[in-house]
Each structure stands twice: as structure tokens, then as C-alpha cells.
């Protein structure tokens, strides 16, 4: 079993700045893609950001320029870096990630349990 674990979230001005974290343990053999969700109320869930195992990143139109996702291998752990943050940005955000738990086998994808963030004066 893998759990991922994520944190850093909380209430900020806009114009502010927040790091996530999302850490993952459990029966881990090998990380692939990992990735940082959002959904806010009433809406569907959307992909914020993603980033491969060797470090290529991609993010979604509404935060290039503004938001930083990276990882660290050794320690299994992603973090996602939010500046100029907008009230539009407030979402519970999610941690994906693609693991493969022994060598030769499949890969699945796990969801962390989402932390809130808030964009509000």
C-alpha cells in the first residue's frame, strides 16, 4: 500500500505565497509522473501541474508563470511553489502519483487526501 500525505495548505492574502508538499511512503519500488490537482466548490477537478521522474514539468495556463512544481527523488516527496496567488486560486489541491510498488510490476495511481487552500483579504 502507498499513502501519499500532502500539506502546506492554509488561508493567504492575494498577492501571497503558499508550498505544498506531498510526501509518499508505503510499498514504493519507483515514482513516475507526479502530479498537483485543484477542485473548487462546484467544480470539476483540474490538473495544476505535472512533473516526470526526470524533472520535465508541465503546468496549466492559469498558473504558468506564478507556480513552481518540483520533486525530490530520494526523499519520494513533490512540492508545488504558489506565488501572486488569486482568490480564484482557492481549491482543495490533490497529490497524484504514478508508482509502480515491485520491480516488473504495474503501475497505479494514488490520490493524497487534499489540503485546502484560500485566497482571501
Known amino acids: 500500500q502507498v499513502q501519499l500525505v500532502e500539506s502546506g495548505g492554509g488561508l493567504v492574502q492575494p498577492g501571497g505565497s503558499l508550498r505544498l508538499s506531498c510526501a509518499a511512503s508505503?510499498?514504493?519500488?519507483?515514482?513516475?509522473?507526479m502530479y498537483w490537482y485543484r477542485q473548487a466548490p462546484g467544480k470539476q477537478r483540474e490538473l495544476v501541474a505535472g512533473i516526470t521522474s526526470g524533472g520535465n514539468t508541465n503546468y496549466a495556463d492559469s498558473v504558468k508563470g506564478r507556480f513552481t512544481i518540483s520533486r525530490d527523488n530520494a526523499k519520494n516527496t513533490v512540492y508545488l511553489q504558489m506565488n501572486s496567488l488569486k482568490p480564484e486560486d482557492t481549491a482543495v489541491y490533490y497529490c497524484?502519483?504514478?508508482?509502480?510498488?515491485?520491480?516488473?510490476?504495474?503501475?497505479?495511481?494514488?490520490w493524497g487526501q487534499g489540503t485546502q487552500v484560500t485566497v482571501s483579504s
Open positions: 497524484n502519483a504514478d508508482v509502480q510498488t515491485r520491480q516488473g510490476g504495474f503501475r497505479y495511481s494514488y
Open positions: 508505503g510499498s514504493i519500488f519507483s515514482i513516475y509522473a
